[in-house]
């Protein structure tokens, strides 16, 4: 096994971990919880197999799901951002995907949060519209998506911050 490999094996163990066990126990103002969780999805190399990605993003979702009794809606929310991810990366870097020398967790720079900001609202958006399910609730979930999409997306930079990988 070589290492990428091994260090996303850890990064999907170790953020659904997190996940499960310290920020779905967070619940602030009633409604805010974050989900860094999609981070193995946004994190993933860019050079890798694409349907690795979708079997690992249905697995993770599926794992959620069992632990938040969510009924499915991880899941089909992360394998709609594993899907539309490239498009996501070609709009956001251009030239740059097309090369494959896109690394995420470098250094913040606008391209990066730009995907990072249209990832996590594509993944929110259609986790609470499948979870409200109502045309009625409609601006309850676009309120729940823009709120908690901030909130994940502060967690989510802090998250890459403080596991930046050594520059040898």
Known sequence: MNNALILNII????????Q???????NLFGYMNPYPYVLFILLYPVNSNKSGLLIASFFLGLVIDFFANSGGVHTAACL??????PTFFKFSFGLSYEY???KINE???????????????????VL???????????F??????????IFTILVSILIIYLFK????
Do not use: C, G, W
């Open 11 to 18: 990064r999907f163990v170790m953020l659904l971990t997190f």
């Open 20 to 26: 499960i066990v310290v920020f779905n126990n967070i």
């Open 80 to 85: 709609v951002l594993a899907y539309v991810r």
């Open 100 to 102: 494959q020398t896109v």
């Open 107 to 125: 250094s913040l720079s606008p391209e990066r949060f730009t995907f990072i900001l249209i990832s996590i609202f594509t993944h929110h958006i």
């Open 128 to 138: 609470f519209l499948l979870e409200f399910f109502k045309f009625t609730f409609i």
């Open 140 to 149: 309850d979930a676009l309120l729940r998506t823009i709120v908690i999409t």
């Open 165 to 168: 990988p050594s520059r040898k």
